[in-house]
């Protein structure tokens, strides 16, 4: 009998350890798709699009909030219209099922990039940006970032 018990507790166990990791899977994948829908409202570019991927609290090093930062958003996409976007997610960080921390590379151009070694061919501008998600009714939403100049070698090297 106690052979049965600890069988079916660690049938349980595996269970709830599947259950974390899907789970876990799943909200990297959300984070994933919540990047490359960013990077499309930006080559679209969509202005209002990206304003409900904003959190109604953001705040970030520069002092902006979110009113702040979508206007300065739109204006640049309004003065950019042929802009596309490289996108390479470095690290998500889940600190619990709603905070993610997330930090993807960014550069930026004036005509597409397909992959790594177009990079280096281009006039592109490049970024590296720490983001702070926070899952607010179901979806993702930036509640901070911090960003700064990288170089291409920066990406290449990793």
């Known amino acids: 009998m106690p052979s049965t018990i600890k069988y079916c507790m660690y ?3 595996c269970i709830l350890q599947t259950a974390c990791t899907d789970e876990k899977q799943g909200a990297e994948q959300q ?11 930006v080559e679209q570019p969509n202005p209002f699009g990206f304003k409900d ?9 520069n002092q902006l909030d979110k009113k702040m930062l979508h206007r300065r958003l739109t204006a640049y996409l309004l003065g950019h219209k042929n802009l596309h976007l490289y996108t390479q997610i ?14 993807v590379f960014i550069a930026m151009a004036g005509q597409t990039i ?8 281009l006039k592109a501008r490049s970024y ?13 939403q930036v509640s901070n970032a911090d960003w700064r100049v990288a ?3 920066e990406l290449l090297n990793n």
Do not use: C, F, P
Not at 31 to 41: E, G, N
Not at 90 to 103: F, G, P, R, S
Not at 128 to 140: A, F, H
């Open 128 to 140: 590296l940006i720490d983001l702070r998600l926070i899952k607010e009714d179901g979806d993702w």
């Open 31 to 41: 984070i994933r798709d919540w990047v490359t829908a960013a990077r499309t409202q």
């Open 114 to 121: 397909h992959d790594t070694s177009a990079l280096l061919n």
């Open 90 to 103: 470095k690290t998500i960080h889940l600190t619990d099922n709603k905070h993610a921390d997330v930090q």
């Open 151 to 153: 170089s291409v070698n």
């Open 11 to 13: 049938i349980i166990l």
């Open 53 to 61: 991927m904003i959190a109604d609290d953001y705040r970030d090093t």
